[in-house]
């Protein structure tokens, strides 16, 4: 059992949670997730890690309460409370270096976060960092409090510029508009933006790719399908990449963002629509049920 | 075999026979009438997902055994990969002796409510019985498979398991890579040597193929439960959620003091046909299907929260046990079509002889030589079509199976939503490739010595599907004791480490 340490909300529907799971915090390296399953009914689900802690043994993963599973999640399980099974770490770790560059080139990296891919963003950011890039991180949401991580990737970037969508905090605007300013800004002073790295929902990975394709900047996405084991054993999670269908488990989690067939993959991402709205909606029902039933049991243990 | 063949003594001639076994002259016996368990009917078992065949009752499987003849150059034994004394288990059957009859199957296989179930009977031990000969019909020989499932099932139910006996402990750890049907019987068999087993398991329950792969209604999970627990109180220690190569190494688990290891990680990727649309909705490999389906538990969907798509026309792509139990789990998912596409005609088709069966009697529509040419999407990118092209059979290939040649023009189209790909498997390079001084072949699986099933790295040993390709679950067995037993002879023959290493990942 993987226990929880620290649970605490980080924004709307958002929480964090720190586990014990001392062999994947041992291993994991930047870019890296694990298939988690919270209890022995549920699906075993990809969550990308946010951060580890080797002394602690600790990993953290950021949810966003969006499935019955992840809902559960935020909802029925809290401090000192287990998850069934955290399996990993998986996937290859992001590859340090500015691709068709020297190993030794040291050079800007752009970090594009969308939403709580800044989570998962936030261990390359650092990587990055450590290896000697300089990190400019654009950080955006729909509004201020969908805004995660903030405070810890300024820390972890050289600068940080944040936006949402409706100007209730940072700049007003799309991170596709934050990223083309910086690559702008970067080449009028004779610098340039060496590598974009874009993680967050599939559609902002799709337009920061098409953002970058003009200035000829290399891209990586981090992509985050629907998996069963995520080892390379059912396939469920290929993605056409160049016109072939990659794993985003073995192959991935990271592609080049300008030969990924987005509208495929989010097409994919819809398969079990109607099942998890099902899900849903019985997760729902049966909470309702107890919770007419609780007060009840509560009232007679107090008579 | 035919169904019109199939006779059913009343119970008074089955005691009858049992009584006068003695006085059977070997023609006798040969000429006995074969011994047919009863099934569930095919329209009522498409709707639950119970195991189909019923067991031999006792006194069916003595009068079934009394028509073994004995035969002194044994071809069971010869056919079976594990060579089970199948003469000898027979004889005590027949006797009674159910309980002599078991652990006389135990010496050579640990595991037989599991090999009675799914081992290729007609291409092992039945292949060259006597009395198939006799009948002229290889659905005649001796029942060998459902008597050991009977025998096995007796001992869980009725007799009480006898767990084999460990051995005095030799300080000597041995980390078993895989929880399948490899790894379990080398499992087993470290134990009973003596050494600490521990096997590591990246999915969150033991079985591997076993429990994701075969559906409940050819092998209870139950059954495979029973037999993991079985290890567990022989001492034998499960890490869930591990997977070697990714949370820890092979080298790591050297430098924690294990003292050989056993790779038995199998054949677990699965292979795409590369026609054009299978990146559609609704395409599936075999392998998620059913991994979603069994391990997962999309039966009981949405009790369980793992979906998988149920739609009312499906095709299923391949000939080979694992295409018969996606055919066969999609009528059970609620499909009213199910169309089988496989290249050749039925007589390459390497599935066992009883799942061809059971999935027509179920009304799966076999389309031999058939070749997928395309998947066919509508608009919103969901299958409306699988797109054939029909074969005929050209010359035979290297592995003597005549080959499938297209017939030029010849198309169809299957109308179906869902398509589910089972042509086979590659060996899971998780392992070759993060280990190194492991030598694998063309195929990608491990070259090992024949003998000691030892790879090309010292104290590091491996077999199943990872050595020997898609094979069967028998076979994967026969390689599990077989390491287990060379193990123990590498083991004893080194010299024991100083101290035991710090443990820093295992505690």
Redesign the interface.
């Known amino acids: 059992m993987f226990r929880i340490l620290v649970k605490k909300p980080l924004g709307e529907n958002v929480s964090l949670f720190e586990i014990e799971a ?3 915090a ?2 994991h390296r930047a870019g890296q997730f694990v298939m988690v ?1 919270p209890h022995a ?4 689900i990809p969550l990308t890690i946010a951060d580890v802690d080797r002394d602690a043994g600790t990993i953290t993963l950021v949810v966003q309460a969006v499935g ?2 992840t809902i559960e999640m935020t909802e029925e399980f809290g401090e000192g409370d287990s998850f ?7 996937g290859n770790p992001t590859h340090i270096v500015i691709p068709g560059k020297p190993e030794d080139f040291r050079g800007t990296v752009a970090c594009v976060a969308g939403g709580i891919g800044a989570a998962p963003m936030l261990p390359i950011a650092r990587a990055f960092r450590e290896a000697g890039h300089e990190v400019v991180t654009v950080l955006g949401a729909r509004r201020k409090d969908l805004l995660v991580f903030e405070d810890r990737l300024g820390e972890a970037s050289h600068e940080l510029r944040v936006c949402t969508d409706d100007g209730s905090h940072g700049q007003k605007g799309f991170v596709t508009d934050a990223l083309k300013n910086a690559i702008e800004d970067r080449r009028s002073r004779g610098g340039d933006i060496h590598l974009a790295i874009a993680i967050g929902p599939p559609l902002m990975m799709k337009f920061c790719s098409k953002t970058t394709e003009p200035y000829g900047v290399p891209t990586l996405v981090s992509l985050n399908t629907i998996m ?2 995520g ?6 999670c ?3 990449v160049d016109g072939v ?1 990659r794993y985003v488990c ?1 192959d991935g989690p990271e592609f080049d963002g300008h030969r990924v ?1 987005f509208d ?1 993959m989010m ?2 991402q ?3 629509k109607p ?2 709205a ?2 849903l909606a ?1 997760y729902r029902e049966q909470k309702h049920t107890c919770r007419l039933e609780a007060p009840a049991a509560a009232s007679e243990a107090e008579a | 075999m035919s169904d019109e063949k199939r006779t059913n003594p009343s119970p008074g001639e089955l005691e009858a026979r049992i009584e006068s076994r003695g006085a059977l002259t070997p023609r006798q016996r040969g000429q006995l009438p074969k011994i047919f368990w009863a099934e569930q009917d095919p329209a009522e078992r498409v709707k639950n997902i119970r195991e189909v065949p019923f067991a031999y009752t006792a006194v069916q499987a003595r009068a079934e055994a009394v028509r073994c003849l004995s035969c002194k150059n044994e071809p069971c034994v010869t056919g079976c990969p594990v060579g089970v004394d199948v003469p000898g288990f027979l004889k005590l059957v027949a006797e009674g002796d159910f309980r002599g009859a078991i652990r006389l199957i135990k010496e050579t296989n640990l595991l037989p409510a599991i090999c009675g179930r799914v081992c290729p009977q007609e291409s092992q031990c039945q292949e060259n019985c006597m009395v198939a000969k006799v009948h002229k019909d290889l659905g005649f020989a001796v029942s060998v498979g459902k008597i050991e499932a009977f025998l096995a099932d007796w001992e869980r139910e009725v007799g009480g398991v006898e767990l084999p006996e460990v051995g005095a402990p030799t300080g000597r750890r041995v980390a078993i890579i895989g929880a399948g049907p490899s790894g379990l019987t080398c499992a087993g068999d470290l134990r009973r040597f003596g050494h600490e087993a521990v096997v590591f398991e990246a999915f969150h329950k033991a079985g591997g193929v076993l429990v994701y792969g075969i559906p409940e209604f050819r092998l209870p999970k139950s059954i495979v439960q029973a037999e993991v627990d079985n290890l567990s109180k022989m001492g034998v220690r499960f890490e869930f959620d591990t997977i070697v190569g990714q949370t820890f190494t092979v080298d790591d688990l050297f430098e924690e003091g294990f003292d050989a290891v056993y790779v038995a990680t199998g054949a677990g990727l699965p292979y795409f046909v590369n026609v054009p649309g299978e990146d559609l909705n609704g395409v599936y490999s075999a392998n998620e299907y059913l991994t979603r389906a069994n391990l997962m538990g999309a039966y009981r969907f949405p009790e369980e929260d793992t979906p998988v798509l149920r739609r009312d026309r499906v095709a299923v792509l391949g000939g080979g046990n694992v295409a018969m139990d996606a055919a066969r789990s999609a009528l059970r998912l609620g499909a009213s079509k199910v169309y089988l596409v496989y290249r050749r005609s039925r007589a390459e088709m390497p599935a066992r002889v009883e799942e061809v069966h059971h999935a027509e009697q179920e009304g799966v529509e076999f389309r031999m030589l058939c070749a997928p040419v395309e998947i066919l999407g509508e608009s919103d990118g969901w299958v409306r079509a699988l797109k054939v092209q029909r074969c005929e059979l050209g010359e035979p290939d290297d592995k003597g199976r005549r080959r499938p040649v297209p017939i030029e023009g010849a198309y169809e189209e299957l109308p179906v939503e869902i398509v589910i790909e089972a042509i086979g498997n590659g060996p899971n390079p998780l392992i070759p490739k993060t280990t190194a001084g492991l030598t694998t072949t063309r195929h990608g699986t491990l070259v090992v010595d024949e003998n000691t099933m030892m790879t090309t790295r010292k104290g590091v040993f491996a077999g199943g599907d990872i050595v020997a390709g898609a094979s069967t679950v028998i076979l994967a067995m026969g390689h599990g004791r077989k390491a287990a037993a060379a193990i123990d002879v590498y083991l004893r023959a080194e010299a024991p480490k100083s101290a035991s290493a710090p443990q820093t990942f295992l505690t």
């Open positions: 001392p062999r994947v041992r291993r399953r009914s549920s699906e075993r019955k599973t069934a099974n955290v399996a990993g770490p998986l069963v084991d080892t390379g054993m059912c396939g469920g290929r993605v056409m269908a073995v067939d495929g097409r994919r819809a398969m079990y099942e998890e099902a899900s019985r």
